[in-house]
């Protein structure tokens, strides 16, 4: 008969390992709020920027709420798995960015549009700031997406789009294009409110509240120049409506608009200095093609403005 030998700790079978219990990830610090309508070129540029970013801050995820663009936005999708998109039928970027929010139990958030390219420590400053003011406006600088010299329309952007500074700190509200704050402020304001200028709405709505507004310069993205005088007429245009149902429509306040169209009018001659003496501007060509451009739109503006008072709409 053979001789038992007793297994040794080589020759014993390996005890089987129990699998390691499956654990969910933290929930989100922060969450960016991208809104997006049918501009897959810009967005695309905005995530690339976004993405090393990310990448560093596994705490914070990013959210595009698209408005049922009828582009094909698979390509992006593939490019940046890790950014979450959902579709938000409702037309407007105020729509979009309340679905963002209702998408993410993130306690921070940061409102970031589809066209606007985040400094390189656009997060990190995010963190670091978060929880210091009720609402942070950062610095919003402009870019040309066309070679020089500037058109009318890029040179009037130039000089005068996004004064985030002024805007926070003069009119007390900052741009959607780059905010943060918290979902116990917005939960606390309500959500934006589609067919007002949702910017000036949303922060006069929470300071009223008594929630603090600061500006930060740290905090910078940066915007395209619109690139022709149909893209700045129909920006203004949006915002000029969207201005007077903030004004209100009653009697009162219609009178009270069309007097504002004057003024709209005049300062077009008072900014002209603004333009023509403008450093911003490389040569006497784009300061001519700043001018005009701002004294068609003021004009165009109050136009606009008049019609909205007599017709109420």
């Known amino acids: ?38 501009d897959p070129e810009r967005l695309g540029r905005c995530l690339s920027a976004l993405a090393p970013q990310l ?23 593939a490019a940046h798995p890790g950014v979450r ?6 037309k407007g970027a105020a729509a979009a960015r ?17 066209d606007c390219v985040p400094a390189p420590d656009w997060l990190e400053t995010a963190l670091r700031l978060a929880g210091k003011a009720g609402l942070t406006g950062g610095r919003v600088d402009t870019f040309d997406e066309t070679p020089p010299p500037r058109s ?37 304001v309500g959500p934006l409110i589609v067919g007002l200028s949702e910017d000036m709405d949303w922060c006069f709505r929470a300071t009223a509240r008594g929630h603090d507004l600061v500006y930060a310069d740290e905090l910078a993205v940066s915007h395209p120049t619109r690139q ?23 009697p009162a306040a219609r009178v009270k608009w069309a007097l504002r169209a004057g003024v709209v009018l005049i300062s077009g001659l ?14 006497p060509l784009e300061r001519r093609r700043g001018a005009a451009t701002l004294l068609r739109l003021r004009a165009a503006r109050a136009g606009w403005m008049l019609g909205q008072a007599l017709r109420g709409a």
């Open 228 to 250: 022709d005088w149909a893209a700045l007429a129909k920006k203004w245009k949006r915002t000029t409506l969207e201005g007077f149902h903030l004004n209100g429509t009653s």
């Open 55 to 77: 990448a560093a801050h596994r705490d914070v995820e990013a959210v595009v709420a698209d408005n049922a663009s009828p582009c094909d936005l698979g390509p992006l999708q």
């Open 85 to 90: 998109f959902v579709t938000e039928p409702t």
């Open 1 to 38: 008969m053979s001789e038992v030998v007793p297994p040794t700790p080589e020759t014993d079978p390996a005890p089987e390992t129990a699998p390691a219990p499956q654990t969910d990830p933290a929930p989100p610090r922060l969450a960016v709020i991208i809104p997006h309508y049918n």
């Open 98 to 114: 309340n679905r963002g929010v209702a998408e993410t139990t993130a306690p921070l958030i940061a409102f970031l549009d589809s």
């Open 152 to 188: 009318g329309a890029e040179a009037f952007e130039t000089v005068f789009a996004f004064h985030q500074r002024s805007y926070v700190q003069d009119k007390g509200f900052s741009v959607t294009a780059n905010l943060l704050t918290s979902r116990a402020v917005f939960d606390d």
């Open 270 to 283: 008072a900014h002209l200095p603004k333009v023509l003496g403008s450093d911003k501007l490389a040569s």
